[in-house]
């Protein structure tokens, strides 16, 4: 946990038209962000860049059911932030979280509530 908390800023539109399953980019001033959907359609908007090293995941990112995994070393984040990596048994294994923006749908745009600078 920790990491600069800072005071939570204005509700931003940062995506539109996404479908279930997708990822989008979503850059905002110097917050690198992805906005995707889990495969049931549910909203969310995390940080863009894998915590392990440091991969895009607009660009190496897969939604899998509830979850966002990195094609790149295949740790796995769900909507809270919490990371994991599977193992070839199906056990999951900690890994260090990412993190993740309130978001809220309005008229089919997602707006997330960001850190003011």
Do not use: N
């Amino acid at each position: 946990g920790g990491g600069r908390q800072g005071r939570m800023g204005e509700w931003v539109e940062v995506a539109q038209e996404i479908g279930a399953g997708q990822i989008e980019d979503a850059a905002h001033g110097d917050l690198d962000l992805v906005v995707w959907r889990t495969s049931a359609g549910e909203p969310c908007v995390m940080e863009a860049r894998c915590p392990h090293q440091w991969s895009h995941l607009g660009a190496e990112g897969v939604v899998d059911g509830f979850e966002i995994v990195c094609a790149a070393h295949f740790w796995r984040f769900d909507t809270t932030g919490t990371g994991t990596k599977m193992g070839m048994t199906g056990r999951r294994d900690p890994k260090s979280d990412i993190a993740v923006y309130p978001c809220r749908e309005v008229d089919g745009r997602i707006e997330a509530r960001l850190p003011s600078e």
